[in-house]
């Protein structure tokens, strides 16, 4: 997930639980969790309230400790990697087939995974790594949408990229800051990429499209980092993820009512939208520790319906990939319920990162060339272009 607020204090999130939840001089395990900090801190912190009410009172593990790791300890995976005393850890999808190949994630029979049923079959395909095996849970769903006001006709009706960039050149317009992963994201959409073919070299990259995105960039009003708060008000449109919503876009509850959302329409070709997920992974060492089976248990646990449902309940506009979930939120949630009709609609395929080849390489680089090494792995199938002699900067 390519998320917004990540102001959750470090001091928060170590906290244990009073010592009324402990049994007096027993031998405790400690289970080391590290959570996704780029949803919003209230999320974060109710989330972890929920998750210890149910792991210490409910399923009444007294003997064993939840620590939450630091946001200096594990970060989803963009700048750390998991370490070997992690026992259970949210991570970007993105990283799913490196990590694989580092032997960092235990793959999950189907029948450990307790609520399966309860996970969107389309979703919990995505991450199957042979026969009803599994690099662990999705718990999140993320898109790259375009927002926009149900009284804007010109939008609703646009096609293509070429659609878009015409309304662009004559709007204003807001968007996150498109990071390497949003750009190869729109990149693969817009070429309409195949995940097929592998070893293909920089000199296969379409380079009219490239032109095209790049220009495409250059119209938008303001690029909004993380730390930024803007009007959806004072926008035509919004480019970004349904969690930025009262994040760094502020939306009133008038726009809350008009706002609908599209899969950003870069495309004429056939293709499956692409989409990021995360997922809750068990580190293969936790077997070696023999904490496997709590592992699993609060794996299971973190993404049931029982305790989605409960943290949240805020406004976080997080897309579940629990069905049940995401159906109870419809039924309460306009923007919700537009989402899951959305989602519901469409076939999506994960944007997932093939191995990198140098692991020497610090965790920015290596995250940088593996994301050029996904542009030219999957551009083979496309049509070849005429190529312009001399592009603009």
Known sequence: MQNADNNYENDERQNLPSSD?????????????????????????????????????????????????????????????????????????L????????EWLCKLDRTEITYAHEINPNVLSLIECEYEK???????????????RSTDKELASMKTFEDLMRVASTR??????????????????????????MHITEDDLDQNTIHGLSEFYRYSKAFLDKTDRYSFKQSSFYLGFTEDINTMLLVDEMDLEQIEFMLIPFSEHNYQAQCWLDCIGIHPQTKLRHTYDHSLQLANLMTCSNVMNECMKGQYYLITTNRITLAHLSSQNSIYAKLQALIESQLFRPLILPPVINSTLSIRERRRQAIELFIAQYIKQTQSVVRPTQLSS
């Open 172 to 197: 204003d317009f807001i968007m996150r800051k498109p990071g390497g992963a949003i750009k190869t994201l729109s990149y693969l959409a817009m070429v309409g990429s195949s995940y097929e073919t």
């Open 95 to 102: 990283y799913i087939n490196d990590y694989a190949s580092r």
């Open 134 to 148: 599994y690099y662990g849970i999705p718990i999140y769903g993320c898109f790259y949408l375009l927002f926009y």
């Open 21 to 93: 939840h402990f049994l007096s001089g027993s031998n405790f395990v400690t289970l080391n969790v590290g959570l996704f900090p780029w949803a919003s801190s209230e999320h974060l912190s109710e989330y972890c309230r929920v998750i210890e009410h149910h792991w210490y009172n409910i399923l009444n593990n007294r003997y064993v400790r939840l620590n939450w790791l630091t946001e200096d300890e594990w970060d989803g995976g963009y700048h750390k990697i998991p370490q070997d005393y992690f026992d259970v850890y949210v991570y970007d999808a």
